[in-house]
């Protein structure tokens, strides 16, 4: 069984699909727009109402991290974890 999030703004990093839908399992199986979505029968489907969808990567991370940590640096606060 499949999860499908439909009508989503989706932006793979590549190209930004307007109108488009994204089927995954444990893993990413299709992305595209809904002018190419075809339903299969146990995908279980959710509406996106136009939310923005983007990959996610461990190199976010780091990051989130080295931001913090510089900011933290800047208001003269302990980097102590």
């Known amino acids: 069984m499949s999860t499908v999030l439909r009508h989503a703004t ?13 089927r995954f399992g ?3 199986e299709a992305v595209g727009p809904m002018s190419e979505y075809k ?3 146990d995908d279980e489907v959710y509406y996106a109402g ?10 976010y991370i780091p990051t989130v991290v ?5 900011w933290m640096a800047i208001q003269n606060k302990s980097t102590k974890w």
């Open 10 to 22: 989706i932006y793979t990093g590549l190209e930004k699909i307007e109108d488009g839908y994204i």
């Open 50 to 59: 136009a939310r923005l969808l983007f990959q996610g990567s461990l190199t």
């Open 26 to 28: 444990k893993t990413i």
């Open 66 to 70: 080295t931001v913090l940590m510089r």
């Open 39 to 41: 339903a299969q029968g």
